[in-house]
């Protein structure tokens, strides 16, 4: 059988500094100046880490959504979330949260209890995947991952946390509208990892901490490499201990409007959801911090 086709790193973009909320402050390598959203993922907001001292609580007050799906990573520290469907959920560490937006939704997002009690570290990383325009409108929803569904394919040297896709013949949890890979790698000092993302989808690598080679081509911590889409064959490496996302999907090939909270098709679709969520049709929360 013949070996893969290696894929080749496009360019190395680094996270810029954005200020999503009052008070949060993240590293976004995209959307921005250099590249707007990788189809179908439409951004990486990474937050912390954060020192959070005892009794200083904080969070994302209501807010809404409509036409996306939002994919909290929580690294330290724990989150909690509420939403206007009834929805409630605590996001621990190595658990992910994969909230559906669709046709609307309100919600908060707040350190969690125990949290602000106690103090500690609040680290993680946010996504948002797009929905293909015939799923935009279908009722909201959300996915509890704790870490102990994850499954973890090991090697010498490497873990590989499958959320979404496939990697070594092994199965993620996460359910999506559009094909897409989400793997959490941690290497070791002189550890590496050999993967496989399908041909044709947009892919890429960002170092979450640390430093990686990726294709043997240095990126640094806070960083992605951007690959093009041709091939299939992608090796990682670390000279130290590093942590690493990697997500790739396939392509929706959709026009996407956005404007704050919403992600649809078209300017008179965004109208549209800022006059629904105006007249309480996506629901309301009354908690805030």
Do not use: C
């Amino acid at each position: 059988m013949d070996e893969p086709a290696q894929r080749a790193v496009r360019a190395v973009v680094p996270g810029r500094k954005a200020q999503p909320a009052p008070g949060l402050l993240v590293d976004r390598p995209f959307p921005g100046p250099e590249v707007d959203f990788v189809d179908p993922w439409l951004m990486l907001d990474h937050f912390g880490p954060e020192r959070i001292a005892p009794g200083e609580s904080g969070g994302l007050n209501p807010h809404p959504h409509r036409g996306f799906e939002t994919v909290t990573l929580i690294l330290e520290g724990a989150m909690e979330h509420q939403d206007s469907s009834g929805g409630r959920g605590l996001i621990e560490p190595g658990g992910v949260q994969w909230m559906t937006a669709a046709s609307g939704i309100v919600h908060a997002e707040y350190r969690a209890p125990d949290l602000v009690r106690r103090g500690g570290t609040l680290h993680g990383v946010q996504l948002w995947l797009n929905l293909p325009r015939a799923r935009k409108m279908d009722p909201p929803g959300y996915q509890d991952l704790p870490a102990t569904r994850i499954p973890v394919v090991e090697s010498p040297g490497a873990r590989v946390r499958v959320i979404a896709g496939r990697h070594a013949g092994v199965q993620g949890p996460a359910r999506s509208f559009t094909p897409v890979t989400l793997l959490h790698v941690m290497l070791d000092a002189g550890g590496s990892a050999a993967l496989r993302l399908p041909e044709g989808h947009n892919a890429l690598v960002y170092v979450v901490e640390g430093a990686a080679q990726v294709q043997a081509r240095d990126v640094p911590a806070r960083a992605m490499a951007l690959f093009d889409g041709r091939g299939e064959a992608v090796a990682l490496g670390a000279g130290q201990p590093a942590q690493l996302l990697v997500l790739a999907g396939e392509p929706i090939g959709e026009p996407v409007v956005s404007w704050g909270p919403f992600v649809m098709n078209s300017r008179e679709e965004i109208l549209q959801a800022r006059d629904d969520y105006l007249a309480g049709r996506m629901g309301s929360l009354d908690t805030a911090v």
